[in-house]
T-cell receptor, first 114, second 115 residues
């Protein structure tokens, strides 16, 4: 069964600290993995995309990693800011006959305190 | 339109009433997903439409929930005899077929409150 699991479910950190969010998946065949950020009251927006051949990709203070062998991804946030408080959602796309179905994790709720 | 549009943005309804939530995906997107987020909970899959294929309804929590997608475009999620536990934000997303750059585009969601 194709699944995407995220951890932790929620996380509280102090402003300026770093944190790492985890995403494990069983989706096969794998096409790509995206991390989305969902601000309160808004729809999620894409932060970064990882394809099979990519191990690391950065977008400002956000760095995503992918280990396609162990089917794990992480999102590392450096020097956190109050505006990083949001839900972070991991979405994995398959490459099967269903033409790229997306599988969504439940998300990690990050709260950054001053 | 330029993005995924959901309506209404907010809905307050009395317990036992029926509600309809609408999602207008990006033009040309064949895949459409409905999810919901309850207070303090993460995303919960409801239903998936892909082109003319039979939808995956495995996430619908009860037979009070139904969804349809007319003409492969607009989708309506209907909740009959609403209960308080149905209160949540209902999110719709759409995407193009396949490819290594497949991306989901989300609407702003409909916040449903059952009183």
């Amino acid at each position: 069964k194709n699944q995407v699991e995220q951890s932790p479910q929620s996380l509280i950190i102090l402003e300026g600290k770093n944190c790492t969010l985890q995403c494990n998946y069983t989706v096969s065949p794998f096409s790509n993995l995206r991390w989305y950020k969902q601000d309160t009251g808004r729809g999620p927006v894409s932060l970064t995309i990882m394809t099979f051949s990519e191990n690391t990709k950065s977008n400002g203070r956000y760095t995503a990693t992918l280990d396609a062998d162990t089917k794990q991804s992480s999102l590392h946030i450096t020097a956190s800011q109050l505006s990083d408080s949001a839900s972070y959602i991991c979405v994995v796309s398959d490459r099967g006959s269903t033409l790229g179905r997306l599988y969504f994790g439940r998300g990690t709720q990050l709260t950054v305190w001053p | 339109g330029a993005g995924v549009s959901q309506s209404p943005s907010n809905k307050v309804t009395e317990k036992g009433k029926d509600v309809e939530l609408r999602c207008d995906p990006i033009s040309g997107h064949t895949a459409l997903y409905w999810y919901r987020q309850s207070l303090g909970q993460g995303l919960e899959f409801l239903i998936y439409f892909q082109g003319n294929s039979a939808p995956d309804k495995s996430g619908l929590p009860s037979d009070r929930f139904s969804a349809e997608r007319t003409g492969g475009s607009v989708s309506t999620l209907t909740i009959q005899r609403t209960q308080q536990e149905d209160s949540a934000v209902y999110l719709c997303a759409s995407s193009l077929n396949g490819g290594e750059n497949t991306e989901a585009f989300f609407g702003q969601g409909t916040r449903l409150t059952v009183v």
